[in-house]
């Protein structure tokens, strides 16, 4: 066992809300509990799980309901999944915001003063030693717009996070966080680290040739209505050789917008055809805009070397927080890369949960796996 970490993981599939988490704690109490972090399935009765949660003996606890679950046996469903950390070589600081809706600068700011006020190892936001985490409602429509703050008033310290899943149900998100489960509402953790740490962006697209001029759109309400003067949901359609009658997220998940920004390619996914031939996307899609179409490629291969290139850097990796687009799972679900995927999140105990976006640094996506690694 590493000295200077020690990570412990676990998940219960009990269907029992209390008795999942109970054998939860069991497998991830520590002497001394730092952090405590769940992945709640919303198949449970989350009051219950509240209540549970509530009752552990740690003074950190942050959860967040999920579209699937990241565990030590991989890719998981109907379960709640976690960890617990001790180290005296990090510190952790939540920063509870509880009203995205009147999330502001200001607030932000008075956030960063508190915390840099209460640093353990350093005496201002030092980039090199100190990471965010957000956890974020993933149907407030808010996660451009809180992540853009963030990354600005928190002297641009890397961040990663994910939004909050409800099994693709899309009818109500939540963070736990202050013994309450909450919708409209993140919970941003700062981490101080003197152990060395890397923030993980992949994905396995690439750009066609085949681009889409955005017409019109309300990039507010993540709702795209033309492409190229034509209505979104058919010129898409047509574009990728599907009846429009037939879209579905089977089809989003493989074919996706992407775009590129300062060098780098960012997704943005549909959620789904509406009957007025719109399209309603996961992110925001800019009006008088060009995107390309996305091609994927390998994705466990993609996952696999992104995990080796960040153990070269680090050393042991001695925790994989993972923030899994729900978007990836469905593109692999009941092929046979689901297996080989499943190995690769075995081997480097990647813990975590599916989302409904991604974010690294100032910025949201989609069908994105997003995290940090932290070695020993």
Request: aromatic share 10%; charged share 20%.
């Amino acid at each position: 066992m590493n000295k200077n970490i020690q990570v412990r993981r676990g998940y219960s599939l009990n269907p029992d809300p209390q008795k999942a988490v109970e054998e939860l704690y069991e497998q991830i109490a520590q002497d001394r509990n730092d952090i405590v972090m769940a992945f709640v399935s919303s198949n449970y009765h989350l009051q219950s799980v509240e209540h549970a949660l509530n009752q552990l003996p740690a003074k950190k606890i942050v959860g967040t309901t999920t579209a699937g679950e990241l565990t030590t046996d991989g890719l998981m469903t109907n379960s709640i999944a976690g960890f617990s950390i001790q180290s005296d070589m990090l510190a952790f600081h939540i920063f509870d915001i509880d009203d995205l809706d009147n999330f502001s600068i200001k607030d932000s700011l008075r956030a960063a003063q508190e915390i840099v006020h209460d640093l353990k190892f350093n005496t201002y936001l030092n980039p090199k030693k100190i990471f965010g985490i957000l956890l974020i409602d993933g149907l407030s429509l808010k996660e451009e717009q809180v992540i853009s703050i963030l990354a600005n008033t928190f002297n641009n310290i890397p961040i990663v996070g994910g939004s909050a899943g409800d099994n693709l149900n899309f009818i109500k998100t939540q963070i736990y966080h202050n013994y309450l489960f909450k919708s409209n509402r993140a919970a941003f953790i700062i981490v101080e680290s003197e152990l060395p740490f890397e923030i993980i962006k992949t994905h396995h697209f690439v750009p066609t040739a085949k681009l889409l001029n955005i017409t019109k759109a309300n990039p507010r309400n993540r709702i795209v209505y033309q492409i190229n003067d034509e209505p979104a949901a058919l010129y898409y359609a047509n574009l990728i050789g599907v009846p429009k009658e037939e879209l579905s997220p089977r089809y989003f998940s493989k074919n996706p917008l992407i775009e590129n920004y300062y060098g780098e390619w960012y997704i943005r996914e549909i959620l789904q055809a509406n009957p007025d031939m719109s399209l309603k996307f996961a992110c925001a899609v800019e009006e008088n805009k060009i995107y390309s179409l996305g091609k994927a490629g390998e994705i466990t291969q993609n996952l696999n070397d992104k995990f080796r290139e960040i153990e070269r850097k680090i050393g042991d990796i001695q925790l994989l927080l993972g923030f899994d687009c729900a978007f990836r799972r469905l593109e692999i679900e009941g092929t046979k890369s689901q297996d080989e995927y499943n190995n690769v999140l075995k081997k480097y105990e990647v813990i975590g949960f599916n989302t409904y976006g991604e974010q690294y640094n100032s910025l949201h996506m989609n069908h994105t796996f997003t995290g940090v690694a932290i070695g020993g």
